[in-house]
């Protein structure tokens, strides 16, 4: 069992930027990998990026590919996103969250964070 708790949301203007963490429980975070996924208000919850287990080959969306960093720290058992050049469609709900298999689908991470808002004003 893993439990995942986000931090680091917050309001910032459009071209700043942000921080975001995720900090797991238990001794098995470096068992999965690990993604980052948002929702807007009425929209489909959706993939951001994601990492593997040792840490490399991180991937991302399309509309956050040069902006969006994730790196992650198996001795803290943390994973971070760091959002630099925000825009205002990047305001949602920020979602960290553990699996088996590194992909963009949702069903495929069985463990959840509660989430963390960004709001990016323009």
């Known amino acids: 069992q893993v439990q995942l708790a986000e931090s680091g949301g917050g309001l910032v203007q459009a071209g700043g930027s942000l921080r975001l963490s995720c900090a797991s429980s238990?001794?098995?975070?470096?068992?999965?990998?690990m993604g980052w996924f948002r929702q807007a208000p009425g929209k489909e919850r959706e993939f951001v990026g994601g990492?593997?287990?040792?840490?490399?080959?991180?991937y991302y969306a399309d509309s956050v590919k040069g902006r969006f960093t994730i790196s992650r720290d198996n001795a803290k058992n943390t994973v971070s996103l760091q959002m630099n050049s925000l825009k205002p469609e990047d305001t949602a709900v920020y979602y960290c969250?553990?699996?088996?298999?590194?992909?963009?689908?949702?069903?495929?991470?069985?463990?959840w964070g509660q989430g963390t808002q960004v709001t990016v004003s323009s």
């Open positions: 238990g001794r098995t975070f470096s068992y999965y990998v």
């Open positions: 990492i593997n287990k040792s840490g490399g080959s991180p």
């Open positions: 969250a553990a699996g088996d298999s590194l992909n963009y689908r949702p069903t495929s991470y069985n463990f």
